[in-house]
């Protein structure tokens, strides 16, 4: 079992930015994948960012390259996506999540969610 907790989350400005924490613990889960997605209401969940523990390019979903980047601390079992330059279009409900195995942003291959935390961009 692996327990996420999402930090970070607020209410900014167009252009402002934030940065969104998962801390990991409990796990006998030996995950290498952590994605972010996110759900903005009414819409479905999408992936946005997702990087490899054992190496490797990030990936990034294309509405938000340039202006995200997903890092991790393994000392720390902890996540993170800095959020730059943020537009009311990213308003939503960030997610973080694990899984084991390739690193895409299809949210039907995790196995382990965070309970989420709100973005809200105001224009």
């Known amino acids: 079992q692996v327990q996420l907790v999402e930090s970070g989350g607020g209410s900014v400005q167009a252009g402002g930015s934030l940065r969104l924490s998962c801390a990991a613990s409990g796990y006998r889960y030996n995950y290498n994948c952590m994605a972010w997605f996110r759900q903005a209401p009414g819409k479905e969940r999408e992936g946005v960012a997702v990087i490899n523990r054992a190496g490797g390019s990030p990936y990034y979903v294309d509405s938000v390259k340039g202006r995200f980047t997903i890092s991790q601390d393994n000392t720390k079992n902890t996540g993170f996506l800095q959020m730059n330059n943020l537009k009311p279009e990213d308003t939503a409900m960030y997610y973080c999540?694990?899984?084991?195995?390739?690193?895409?942003?299809?949210?039907?291959?995790?196995?382990?969610w965070g309970q989420g935390t709100q973005v809200t961009v105001s224009s």
């Open positions: 999540a694990v899984r084991r195995g390739l690193c895409a942003l299809d949210r039907t291959t995790y196995n382990y």
